[in-house]
């Protein structure tokens, strides 16, 4: 009995409009990660033929725009909700 609750569960209207909600969200984060990672290769092209201090600035914002995109990544990430419960600490040493 139970376990048709779940399947039914999986299955009502909520559920599937939760899941295309999810699904949404999920090419819209990989859209907006995949167009940084393209600005931060195209910045880092550049830099290549720039003088010393503005190729280090210019490699220093790419740096930055990463670790923006890192962090949009971890808060969409940890505001969806996980059924399978919260994530696994990584080990000691290793930032997040």
């Given at each position: 009995?139970?376990?048709?609750a779940?399947?039914?569960?999986r299955?009502?209207?909520t559920?599937?409009?939760?899941?295309?909600?999810?699904?949404?969200?999920?090419r819209?984060?990989?859209?907006?990660?995949?167009?940084?990672?393209?600005?931060v290769?195209?910045?880092?092209?550049?830099?290549?033929e720039?003088?010393?201090?503005k190729a280090?600035?210019?490699i220093a914002?790419?740096l930055?725009?990463?670790?923006?995109t890192i962090?949009?990544?971890?808060e969409?990430?940890?505001?969806m909700?996980?059924e399978d419960?919260?994530?696994?600490?990584?080990p000691?040493?290793?930032?997040?």
């Open positions: 009995m139970a376990e048709a779940k399947k039914n569960a299955h009502s209207p559920t599937r409009r939760r899941t295309a909600d999810d699904a949404l969200q999920g819209e984060l990989l859209s907006r990660v995949v167009g940084s990672l393209l600005r290769g195209l910045s880092l092209q550049t830099a290549i720039l003088p010393h201090e280090v600035q210019k914002d790419a930055r725009d990463l670790d923006d962090r949009k990544i971890h969409c990430m940890f505001a909700p996980d419960g919260p994530p696994e600490p990584l000691p040493g290793r930032d997040r």
